[in-house]
């Protein structure tokens, strides 16, 4: 979520960064949503990978406009920290319903099956279209606080470890993004989990409105007020790690792409000629914005 690249571009890399991170820690989504339903883990791939398709549609479309919007908003409010924050506070608000549906489908496909058109339409025949926006309130709750977190203070973080502290590009990114994934992950979890049973009893059998969900939440206490924290955690520290690695990676091609450095034809006789006058590529990292 460069403010130097185009929108297109922003939304690549985050689509990029997404289906990496999707295919790999989608189990860890199916214990979460179980955990936090009072539901049996398994290990049963079939299983466990239940919904992939949907968490491919809500990933890839999430991370790819959560890097566009961002991108897009700090060439207006700049790449001060305050810029940062703000860009990706409200890129995360703006996202946030398409995320509801995706992740609504994704949740009925884990509990009852079904498949990825079939699901949101039955969901719309049975309980009407305003339940596709069922949990919207703590989903957007989690949604803001997840995205300032990824496309925020991780960033942010990463460059003042290396650039004030020294570190080198590995040890600054694994540094930022595990410390902000598991503090994300507590800090959201509450609203995830919510948004997560909400989504999973669309016929309101056990959970009400939003008013009446907390409270429940609240007086089963923090076992039950922070259910599936640890894979909760664990999946938002293993997304944030991943999607800051292809980030911190793609970005500096990109850019190089934008200034002709790169070209579209590759001349291997010229070997690596085009980078001996430029910097490393870990180098040019915490320049960018």
Known sequence: ????????????????????????????????????????????????????????????????????????????????????????????????????????TM?????????????????????????????????????IIWTTGMLGTTPLMQKWLMEKKGWNLNAAETTASFTNGLVVGVLSCPMDAMSTIMKGDIGQKKYGGFLSTLRERVAGGPKVF????????????????????VRTRLEPLAVDYNNGAISTHVDFSQGQSRHEEKLPTSERLIDLA
């Open 1 to 104: 979520m460069s403010s130097q690249l185009t929108e297109k571009q922003n939304v690549a890399i985050g689509a990029i960064a997404a289906f990496a991170q999707c295919t790999t820690l989608h189990p860890t989504i199916y214990w979460k949503n179980a955990a936090q339903q009072g539901l049996p883990l398994v290990l049963n791939p079939r299983i466990l990978y239940r919904g992939l398709k949907a968490g491919l549609v809500n990933e890839c479309g999430q991370m790819g406009f959560h890097f566009g919007v961002t991108g897009f908003l700090k060439k207006t409010f700049g790449t001060s920290p305050s810029g940062e924050m703000a860009s990706a506070l409200l890129a995360g608000a703006a996202v946030s319903p398409f995320v509801q549906c995706c992740e609504c």
């Open 107 to 143: 949740i009925q496909q884990q509990r009852f099956g079904g498949k990825l058109l079939s699901t949101p339409l039955r969901i719309v025949r049975e309980f009407g279209a305003r339940s596709l926006f069922r949990g919207y309130t703590p989903m957007l709750g989690r949604e």
């Open 226 to 245: 922070f259910g599936g924290v640890m894979w909760r955690s664990l999946n938002v520290a293993g997304v944030i790690f991943i999607a800051n690695a």
